[in-house]
């Protein structure tokens, strides 16, 4: 009945999606869970995105009721142009992080790359299932814009969370420099090439965890996580034993860069 009201009615969609974000969080409430304004803010983020993917979902199955709709609505054009205008600005800022300033005030001048003396050589194939459950952790921890920059030879801020994951590097995926500090040439090389492929195998895993509740109870979020990701996980890049909750927050973030850069199939 309710979809059938969102069909007919739609501008009643922000209202039924509060409603029901804010009748989850009073349920848990009543249950003496989700006391913290954090967690209860994870919440509401969460069922909101949710909501969002529902939404896709619903349209994408009945485009002239989203035409009749947008059509009924005041000024529609105003509105496109509105709506192309902040979906221009997004993929603006995204560009930043390849140095395309789009009219910035401070002008981003793109890294010098020069020829290496030496080019690193190739990781063998069989190192692969490693590289990419390394890659699901890092996007589970929420370090994807991160590792891109790495990857580009970007320089990187000071981040707790980017030092334990590179030190979580198993030694085959390393140069094997003689020396303490290793050197990750091979591995950075790699990805320029096969993050992409990646990312899109392992998509449809992190949107399942993005489905998943943060507010549930620990040991029951955590076996949910790992029966969701256990086809990853190597002998050199095992599960992650804490840090659960904090992956659901992180998956929906992911989840909808994935969607905006062709990984995940729209729903």
């Known amino acids: 009945r309710l979809l059938e009201l969102l069909l007919e009615h739609p501008s009643t969609l922000v209202a039924w999606a509060d409603a029901e974000a804010a009748l989850r969080l009073a349920a848990q409430w009543s249950q003496g869970r989700?006391?913290?304004?954090?967690?209860?803010?994870?919440?509401?983020?969460?069922?909101?995105?949710?909501?969002?993917?529902?939404?896709?979902?619903?349209?994408?199955?009945?485009?002239?009721?989203?035409?009749?709709?947008?059509l009924s609505t005041p000024d529609p054009w105003s509105r496109l142009s509105a709506a192309l205008a902040r979906l221009t600005e997004r993929w603006a800022y995204?560009?930043?992080?390849?140095?395309?300033?789009?009219?910035?005030?401070?002008?981003?001048?793109?890294?010098?790359s020069m020829p290496a003396t030496v080019i690193p050589d190739p990781l063998p194939e069989a190192t692969r299932p490693s590289v990419r459950a390394w890659v699901l952790l890092v996007?589970?921890?929420?370090?994807?814009?991160?590792?891109?920059?790495?990857?580009?030879?970007?320089?990187?801020?000071?981040d707790s969370t980017w030092d334990r994951l590179q030190r979580a590097i198993p030694e085959a995926l390393a140069d094997g420099r003689a020396s303490r500090k290793r050197g990750y040439d091979r591995l950075r090389a790699h990805l320029e090439d096969d993050l992409d492929p990646i990312l899109t195998e392992i998509a449809t895993t992190v949107l399942e965890v993005s489905r998943l509740d943060p507010t549930a109870l620990g040991r029951a979020l955590k076996a949910e996580v790992l029966r969701t990701t256990s086809w990853v996980w190597t002998d050199d890049v095992p599960a992650p034993t804490i840090g659960f909750p904090p992956f659901c927050a992180c998956a929906v973030a992911a989840v909808e860069w994935l969607a905006d850069h062709n990984h995940l199939e729209p729903r």
């Not at 994870?42 to 709709?69: E, F, T």
């Not at 009219?103 to 001048?109: F, K, N, P, W, Y």
């Open 34 to 70: 989700l006391v913290a304004p954090e967690s209860a803010c994870n919440a509401v983020v969460q069922n909101l995105g949710r909501g969002r993917a529902r939404l896709r979902g619903v349209l994408a199955g009945a485009p002239d009721v989203l035409v009749r709709a947008f």
């Open 94 to 112: 995204s560009e930043l992080e390849s140095h395309f300033a789009m009219g910035s005030d401070v002008t981003l001048a793109a890294t010098c």
């Open 139 to 158: 996007v589970l921890r929420g370090r994807l814009t991160m590792l891109r920059a790495w990857i580009a030879g970007r320089p990187l801020g000071k």
